[in-house]
C-alpha cells in the first residue's frame, strides 16, 4: 500500500484532498491497480514527532511505501524513524528546502520549532544517513524558492542507495500533471514490493 503525506506547513490551507486528491494522484495510482491511503495530518503539530504518531496511528496492517510531499517529507521521514518495521519504501517528493532565511521568514513565529533540522527539517543529517531502507527523491522541475534543487541533491548525496526519479512541479501547482508522477511512483513501489492487495 502507498501512503501520501501531504505538504503544507503549520497554518496554511493544505490537507491531502488538495494536495493528494483534487489534483489526480489518488486516482491515477488506483486507476494502476495500486492500493492508496492518503491521510490528512496534524496540522498546528508541536513537533514532527507529534505528526509521526498523529499518522502511525492510522498506518494499515502491514508494511507500506510511504510518499512524503514538501514538508510532508519531514513527517514521513519521522514516521519511518519511529516504526521502521511498518515501511518498506520511502519517496521524498519535493523535498522542502530548510535552513533558507527567505523561506523560513515567511513561517509563523508558533512554527519555529518545526524548522530546525539539517537538510530536512525535523530530521538529523544522522538519521538520514542512518537509513537503511530503500529510498527515492523526486525533485521540482522547475525549483522555485521552497523546493530548491540543491536540497534534493542533498539527500542524494546523504542518503544510502537513494536513487532520483524524474521530477515535475509539486501539487497543487497549476502546471502539476499527475501522469508522470504517478507513472514514478509505481515503478518505485514494484521495484520495493507490496503496494497492491
Known sequence: MLVLVHGGLWDEEMDAERFWGRTGVVAGLR?????????????RAGSWAAEAEHLAARLPDGPV??????NGCSAAVRLALAVPERVRGLVLAWPA???DPRVDGRAPTEAAPLLAGGVLRGVADE??????LPVAVLPSVPENPVHQRHTADALLGL???AVEL????EPPHPLF???GLVAALAGFAAAVGGATS
Open 127 to 132: 538519521e538520514l544517513a542512518g537509513l537503511r
Open 177 to 179: 500533471r499527475p501522469e
Open 166 to 169: 524524474p521530477g515535475c512541479p
Open 31 to 43: 486507476g494502476e491497480g495500486l492500493d492508496v491511503l492518503a491521510p490528512d495530518r496534524l496540522m
Open 159 to 161: 542518503v544510502p542507495g
Open 97 to 99: 528546502t530548510a535552513g
Open 65 to 70: 511505501v510511504l510518499v512524503g510531499g514538501s
